[in-house]
């Protein structure tokens, strides 16, 4: 059965200092990555996605995500990080033939000023 | 651009009422899936559709029912209303294969 594990349930970051949201996958098969960003009351906004070739996804507002198939994981990172970063991010994968996602449990980001 | 619009917003239901949520794909994209967001936890896949069939299901009970139709928007109906249904709903849509471009969400309120 495919899952998503999002270890931390918030992370704190200094604004400008780099910042790390984890995501580690489980799936039979090519899996499909993807990271939202969700604010309050919000829909989920498309940051990026890993489906095939280069490892590491370069995508909206500054972020990128590395794809690591020996560690299962597909980690958001940003280099220098705004207060306006500040909201809930989902990880999601897929496989093909099902497109449906499974989402991670969340990280709430929090850039403090 | 064009994004995906859900009606309504917001939703103000009584237990055991009946609600129906529309959904209004992006032009040219053919499936379309639903998800449901309780308070604090992540979105949870409902159902999909791909140029109007159901092409896969998931934690969707039996009281709700889904359809997609010609002009491809999708309605998600729910009857017998329980407090547990009180959630966020999402609409997504995409091309084949690609990312899901998720709409604002209807918030269903039941009392």
């Known amino acids: 059965a495919q899952s998503v594990a999002q270890p931390e349930d918030q992370v704190n970051v200094a604004e400008g200092n780099p910042l790390t949201v984890k995501c580690t996958y489980s799936v039979s098969g090519n899996p499909y990555l993807f990271w939202y960003v969700q604010y309050p009351n919000r829909g989920l906004q498309f940051l990026l996605k890993y489906i095939t070739g280069d490892n590491l996804v370069k995508g909206s507002y500054g972020f990128e995500a590395e794809f690591n198939k020996s560690q299962t994981s597909f980690h958001l990172k940003k280099p220098s990080a705004l207060v306006s970063d500040s909201a809930l991010y989902f990880c999601a994968v897929a496989t093909s033939g099902t497109y449906k996602y499974i989402f991670g449990t969340g990280t709430r980001l929090k850039v403090l000023a | 651009a064009a994004g995906v619009i859900q009606s309504p917003r917001h939703l103000i239901k009584e237990k055991r009422e009946t609600a129906t949520l529309k959904c209004y794909p992006i032009?040219?994209?053919?499936?379309v899936y639903w998800y449901q967001q309780g308070p604090g936890q992540d979105p949870q896949f409902l159902i999909s559709?791909?140029?109007?069939?159901?092409?896969d299901k998931g934690s969707i009970p039996d009281r709700f029912s889904a359809q997609q139709f010609s002009d491809y928007h999708s309605e998600l109906n729910m009857s017998s209303l329980e407090l547990g249904d009180s959630a966020l709903y999402f609409c997504?849509?995409?091309?084949?294969?690609?990312?899901?471009?998720f709409g604002p969400g209807t918030r269903l309120t039941v009392l």
């Open positions: 032009p040219r994209h053919d499936t």
């Open positions: 997504a849509s995409s091309p084949p294969g690609n990312e899901q471009f």
């Open positions: 559709f791909y140029e109007k069939m159901q092409s």
